[in-house]
């Protein structure tokens, strides 16, 4: 079992930004690609930004591209999510997944799940 906390969630202004931590604990973190995921009201969930055991990859979904960072600190068991450049559309509940080996864009591929952090982004 691999158990993930997100923090960082808030209400930030368009144009803003927002850090989310994703903290894990349980297996051996190093073991698992992790990615972030977002959901917003009357919508599907969506993969937002993966990133590979190592870090020494990553994959972005094309409506975060150039705007959100993804990353982790293997030493530290935690995952990040940096967001800039928000706009009002990125209102959603954001969710750190983990899953063996590699990342997929797929949410029903995905193994564990934290309980999400609201973020609202205000025009």
């Known amino acids: 079992q691999v158990q993930l906390a997100e923090t960082g969630g808030g209400l930030v202004q368009a144009g803003g930004s927002l850090r989310l931590s994703c903290a894990a604990s349980g297996r051996t973190f190093s073991n698992y690609a992790m990615g972030w995921f977002r959901q917003a009201p009357g919508k599907e969930r969506e993969f937002v930004a993966g990133i590979s055991r190592t870090g020494g990859s990553t994959l972005y979904a094309d409506s975060v591209k150039g705007r959100y960072t993804i990353s982790r600190d293997n030493a530290k068991n935690t995952v990040h999510l940096q967001m800039n450049s928000l706009k009002p559309e990125d209102t959603a509940v954001y969710y750190c997944?983990?899953?063996?080996?590699?990342?997929?864009?797929?949410?029903?591929?995905?193994?564990?799940w934290g309980q999400g952090t609201q973020v609202t982004v205000s025009s």
């Open positions: 997944a983990a899953r063996v080996l590699v990342v997929v864009v797929t949410t029903s591929h995905w193994d564990y």
